[in-house]
């Protein structure tokens, strides 16, 4: 079995299909964990914690429209189509209640998306998410680089290079996971998928400082990483990571912790706390139940 779980085909409204990996509870909590990674990742960015959350709970991981197995959506990918996509995965599982996890861009991906559904979202666990407050994301510099960065790892997975870039990554997953973002999260379809993205995704982000997404009383959990790198300086770091903690504290429930091994990648380098604290809501939500 692969270390992901089974693979299925989500069909969507409009004839699409999504491609998502179902791992199923050793002990059933009645709680479904889905997986949303950020702008270019794949599934397999999530191997490392996916498996710990099957302990007690059903998690699935998928891939976003346009990456990965997932077939692309020639309507754009603005985050409103980016969060109708993942309600419509979350309405096919039909489970009663969800924990969602995002990170980096998919951090705003789960809070519209739970927003527009909050009755069936137990929680949300962030893991060192975009989020419209830092000014550095909407930046001249910022959007350069971004666009200079995308541009690179197109011309690079045309080449078939981008795995000699990513050795660590690729090291730190389990082998089938791995192969997997080898084989399907390396491609130059992803960027191009990633590119579309950036288009519209900061302007929307940056709209949300005068209507940000409602998440009501929705338990809102966020894992920082404690390194800088990935762009990230050291200052920018502690900026962000106040940021942070101010977007937990506006959760009524909200919690802010700190993986202090990791940068931004928190699913790789951070993937003990962050599964510690998925677990955190599970049991919160189950002993509500009793």
Request: overall charge positive; proline content about 7%; hydrophobic content about 45%.
């Amino acid at each position: 079995m692969h270390s992901q779980g089974t693979p299925e085909y989500i069909p969507l409204p409009d004839g699409r299909r999504l491609y998502a990996q179902v791992l199923p509870p050793a002990a059933d909590s009645g709680i479904t964990v889905v997986f949303e990674g950020g702008g270019a990742s794949t599934r397999s960015i999530w191997a490392r914690v996916q498996p710990q959350i099957a302990a007690c709970a059903r998690a699935i991981v998928y891939d976003r429209a346009g990456l990965g197995l997932s077939d692309p959506d020639p309507q754009g990918r603005s985050l409103g189509r980016m969060a109708a996509d993942l309600n419509a995965l979350l309405d096919h599982f039909a489970a009663p209640r969800y924990i969602l996890v995002g990170h980096s861009a998919g951090g705003a991906i789960v809070r519209l998306a739970a927003a527009q559904r909050p009755e069936r979202i137990a929680g949300l666990v962030l893991a060192d998410p975009a989020d419209e407050a830092d000014d550095a994301l909407f930046s001249p510099a910022f959007r350069r680089a971004e666009r200079i960065g995308i541009a690179a790892h197109r011309i690079l997975a045309q080449l078939r290079l981008l795995p000699l870039f990513y050795r660590r990554l690729l090291a730190a997953l389990p082998a089938d996971a791995a192969a997997d973002l080898r084989r399907d999260g390396m491609s130059a379809a992803v960027f191009r998928t990633c590119a579309a993205q950036s288009r519209t995704f900061l302007d929307e982000l940056h709209a949300w400082r005068s209507n940000p997404p409602d998440t009501g009383s929705i338990p809102v959990s966020i894992v920082s990483g404690a390194l800088p790198g990935s762009g990230i300086s050291r200052n920018t770091r502690a900026r962000l990571n106040a940021l942070h903690a101010q977007r937990a504290a506006q959760s009524p429930h909200g919690r802010h912790t700190v993986a202090p091994r990791s940068g931004h990648y928190v699913p790789l380098d951070g993937a003990a706390e962050l599964a510690d604290e998925i677990l955190r809501l599970i049991r919160r939500e189950t002993a509500k139940a009793v």
